[in-house]
Structures are given as C-alpha cells and as structure tokens.
T-cell receptor, first 115, second 108 residues
Framework: GAVVSQHPSWVICKSGTSVKIECRSL??????MFWYRQFPKQSLMLMAT?????????EQGVEKDKFLINHASLTLSTLTVTSAHPEDSSFYIC???????????FGQGTRLTVV | RKEVEQDPGPFNVPEGATVAFNCTYS??????FFWYRQDCRKEPKLLMS???SGNEDGRFTAQLNRASQYISLLIRDSKLSDSATYLC?????????FGTGTSLTVIP
C-alpha cells in the first residue's frame, strides 16, 4: 500500500529556533498534502493544505508566516515552524491522498517539544 | 457547522461488550467514508472503509446512511486491545475531514 514517510519522528528545540518537518510520499505522487496538529487528548486539527507548485491554503487562525509550508515536488512537502515557542509543542502529522483522492495516508507524525 | 461531528466520548466498556460509534457529516456531496484508529502518540491508521451497502471485517461492522448523513462503527466482543481513539473521516473531492475522535477504553 501507499506509504507516507515523515521525518523527524521527534525533535526537541530551544525557544526561538526553527524546526523543519518533512513529509514524503514514497510510492505515489501527491499534488496535495495536509498538515495537522494534535495537542494531548485532543483531536486532529487541520492546519493547512499544501499544494504542489503553488501556495499553501491555511485554515483560519493558523499563522502562515509562522508555519511555512513548501511543496516543491510531487513527493515532498515541508512544514517549518519558525521562531518556535513552548506553546508550539505538539504532535504534527502530515497526510497525503492517493492518486484517486480516495484514501488519505498518514506520516508517522513528529512530536515537537520546544523548551 | 463542522463538516463532521463525532461524540468524543469517552466510552468505557467491559470486555466482551458491544459498542457503537456514530459520525454525522454535513456535506451531502461527500464521496467516501472511513474509520481510522489512533493509538496514543501514534498516527491514525485506517481501520476500514465504509461502503454504501455496509461492510464487515471480523468483529467490526461499518455502515453508511446517506439519507441521514451518518456513518457508524460497531465493535462486537470488545477486546482490551480495542482501546484507542476512533476517528471518522469523509472525503469530498480532494478535501478530507475528520471527526474529533471517540475515545474507547475496554475494561477487564
């Protein structure tokens, strides 16, 4: 089955630094990828939709200048958390629909801790 | 109104019990439907797709009611290993919408 690989699986960074998270579709091309954030004991919250070759679409309340998304190729989308603060500590997950846009496959998630 | 509404629970049931979860969706143009399972600190994993005619996989039964715009998941003979969060998902074009997830704990 289709596989989406997300890296890193966990990261600890200092407040004020930036962190880049990669999401790769390994055996299919994904023109669209989704980025979610999940706080402890809460549901997945869609942050933005990453579109290959064009600007990402951000959900209401998500700062596009803080969460930079780049989808430079059909198999790679990146999320950069800029000037991270402790309140950005969360579980970030990407997903990509398969070619038929029927089913979404998830990356393994990245647990970000900002200290 | 949210695209997908789901009772967050929690559901605490004894081993062997039958438990059912429902999700309602607002967009009648939704094309496909899924149930995902998420274990603590892990990514969601596909449990089963939901077909119009209903489908069954072992102890799990998924059903779709297009007229009332809801999907359901029934778990029979609950096992301790069924403890997890169950999320429903609908697909409309290339947009995917998740419910908030329902927490299930199966108690010995």
């Amino acid at each position: 089955g289709a596989v989406v690989s997300q890296h890193p699986s966990w990261v600890i960074c200092k407040s004020g630094t930036s962190v880049k998270i990669e999401c790769r579709s390994l055996d299919f091309q994904a023109t669209t990828m989704f980025w979610y954030r999940q706080f402890p004991k809460q549901s997945l919250m869609l942050m933005a939709t990453s579109n290959e070759g064009s600007k990402a679409t951000y959900e209401q309340g998500v700062e596009k200048d803080k969460f930079l998304i780049n989808h430079a190729s059909l198999t790679l989308s990146t999320l950069t958390v800029t000037s991270a603060h402790p309140e950005d500590s969360s579980f970030y997950i990407c997903s990509a629909p398969n070619r038929g846009d029927i089913e979404a496959f998830f990356g393994q998630g990245t647990r970000l801790t900002v200290v | 109104r949210k695209e997908v509404e789901q009772d967050p629970g929690p559901f605490n049931v004894p081993e062997g019990a039958t438990v059912a979860f429902n999700c309602t969706y607002s967009n009648s143009a939704s094309q496909s439907f899924f149930w995902y399972r998420q274990d603590c600190r892990k990514e969601p994993k596909l449990l089963m797709s939901v077909y119009s005619s209903g489908n069954e996989d072992g102890r799990f039964t998924a059903q779709l009611n297009r007229a009332s715009q809801y999907i359901s998941l029934l778990i029979r003979d609950s096992k301790l290993s069924d403890s997890a969060t169950y999320l429903c998902m609908t697909n409309t074009g290339n947009q995917f919408y998740f419910g908030t997830g329902t927490s299930l704990t199966v108690i010995p």
